[in-house]
């Protein structure tokens, strides 16, 4: 069943990834069902004391399935589904799929502003999420979505109802019929990071992203003893396939829940229970790296650190397996599909200096400048990308499709890198203006628009600062009206609006204009500029 707005690949292209045995033709149910046969009793997923077999996570799949079809949801419908590193994500996940059905992931981070958008314009007809996580209660954010999109019919929790229905009240016993699934099919839309307001919308099939699942897996050689503890969020597309969640379970390993990232929590369940493989982003890696030294856990089950998300400094890179005896895998991709990283066996060097080369050998690859003449190995160009795993277009973005993509395919990653002789990436920056928040994308346009909706905001720009930390901070320019605000109402005013927290800026300069380019747009450039000599006079002075 084709999703309508969703830009297909070419027949040409898509026989030709059949061919070369890229796509074969599996859907995330169908591959559920197959490893519940063959693993049986092995545990699938860990969350605490409780422990998931594959048999079971099959078999609840289908019960909730059940549920969801007797509310009605159907074979193409759309379920906005926001939960936190909890087993009922994959019940909900794999029930989906099995009806056809696409879930919208959404982060345990995301508010109003953002819910509200994915619930409205994806017209989601329900809307799953836990009922508190992290001090948070999401069903007083569900009550102000469910007013705000008239096409939401349903809000779905897991764990304290209240007026809305319990996920555990959905487990059905039988099915009374499964749609016939396509490995063509759209399977769920992921995020983007986005540089133009709010998040574009991914559109993944089982097809491409199973393709990508695998490759990424054969590349960490996970197998069914491979033990993936999950510590980032798992609706991020990183620890869902790089090779994440679903790479493990296509593996046969077993997947270990974290309730949070830090080495408190996530130590001791390494040694517990034998972990070989996690991933981070540079922040927290940074974190794990300190926590290390004085660390009391044994750690030497773990065989790879994985670090993606946001460029690892290569110093820090040097660090880790001294620290933790391991091997770091860098990995550098995106949602909409194109995987890189250094392999394990690589010498040190690639792997502490590089972020790796394509995971797919069937994946295009040109690094081009401003006319989009492709450039020298070496020379810092943007990059496009085109193949098995990277998709033709957003959902629902006909005008913005045409900039994001060449006539011939090729996504617009936004990103700028240098690829040496041997095809391996280095990370130097975007052309997009798009902050970086330690792994958050920040699409500098959305916070723009919440400023301006402030009585005593003229203007505003939004632009990345460099940080030692998260690598990058947003900063936000604003040039007031009188009276001049507080730094601290704009930002307590952004909190009001529903924006995730990530996303309300880190500092707040007030200006009385921008500088300009000769075309008469504002200067991101010059104002980064600006806020850099500031942070690091800041620097000097300490």
């Known amino acids: ?59 609840r799949a289908d019960q909730l399935a059940a549920g969801f079809q007797k509310l009605g949801i159907k074979q193409g419908d759309r379920v906005v589904v926001q939960l936190p590193n909890i087993i009922e994500f994959f019940d909900v996940c794999f029930a989906l799929f099995r009806l056809g059905a696409l879930p919208v992931f959404a982060l345990p981070s995301h508010r ?47 764990g304290d109802a209240g007026e809305f229905i319990a996920l555990t009240e959905l487990y059905a016993d039988a099915i009374v019929h499964l749609p016939a699934v396509s490995p063509s099919d759209v399977v769920f839309l992921l995020l983007s990071g986005g540089s133009t307001g709010l998040s574009k919308l991914i559109p993944r099939t089982h097809d491409d992203y ?36 679903f790479g493990t379970l296509y593996a046969g390993g077993r997947v270990i829940l974290a309730a949070a990232p830090s080495p408190e929590e996530a130590f001791p369940l390494i040694e517990q229970e034998r972990v070989t493989i996690t991933s981070l982003v540079p922040p927290l890696a940074l974190i794990w790296l300190e926590a290390a030294s004085s660390c009391r856990h044994d750690l030497s089950s773990l065989k790879v650190l994985q670090v993606g998300g946001a460029k690892f400094s290569e110093e820090a890179a040097r660090r880790v397996k001294p ?54 190995p070496g020379v810092v ?28 395919g090729f996504f ?59 690598g990058e901070r947003s900063c936000a320019f604003v040039i007031p009206r009188n009276p001049v605000p507080r730094a601290g109402d704009l930002k307590k005013f952004l909190k009001e609006r529903g924006l995730a927290t990530f996303k309300i800026p880190d500092r707040i300069e007030f200006i009385d204009d921008f500088p300009y380019t000769p075309l008469g747009k504002v200067s991101k450039k010059e104002l980064r500029k600006m806020i850099a000599e500031k942070v690091n006079e800041k620097k000097v002075k300490e």
């Open 1 to 59: 069943m084709m999703l309508t707005g969703c830009p297909s690949c070419p027949e040409k292209f898509a026989d030709w990834y059949r061919k070369m045995d890229c796509w074969r033709g599996e859907t995330f149910g169908g591959m559920l069902r197959e490893r519940a046969q063959r693993q049986g009793e092995r545990i699938a997923v860990t969350s605490g004391e409780k422990n998931i077999s594959y048999a079971e996570l099959d078999n």
């Open 112 to 158: 109003s502003s953002e819910i509200r958008y994915f619930c409205e314009f994806t017209e989601a007809v329900a809307y799953i999420i836990p009922d508190t996580y992290m001090e948070f209660d999401y069903r007083s954010l569900a009550r102000e979505v469910k007013n705000a999109a008239p096409a939401l019919q349903h809000v779905i929790v897991a």
């Open 210 to 245: 199973i393709y990508c699942v695998r490759v990424n897996a054969e590349i960490c050689r996970l197998n069914r003893d491979s033990v993936y503890l999950t510590v980032l969020p798992v609706a991020h597309n990183y620890p869902l396939s790089s090779p994440g969640v």
């Open 323 to 376: 620290a933790f005896g391991c091997t770091l895998q860098q990995s550098f991709g995106m949602a909409e599909g194109l995987v890189n990283c250094t392999r394990l066996d690589d010498p040190e060097a690639v792997i502490v200096s590089t972020q790796g080369k394509p995971a797919s050998p069937y994946d295009e690859i040109r690094v081009v400048d401003e006319n989009d003449v492709d450039v020298q």
């Open 381 to 408: 160009g943007q990059l496009l990308a085109r193949g098995p795993c990277t998709i033709r277009g957003y959902y629902k973005a006909e005008e913005y499709n045409k900039k994001a993509f060449t006539p011939d």
């Open 412 to 470: 617009r990653t936004g990103d700028l890198v240098s690829v040496n002789e041997s095809g391996y990436f280095v990370v130097e920056g975007r052309a997009k203006d798009q902050i970086n928040r330690g792994g958050e994308k920040i699409a500098a346009e959305e916070v723009e628009n919440h400023l301006l909706a402030h009585p005593a905001v003229l203007d505003a720009a939004i632009v990345s600062m460099p940080d030692a930390f998260l």
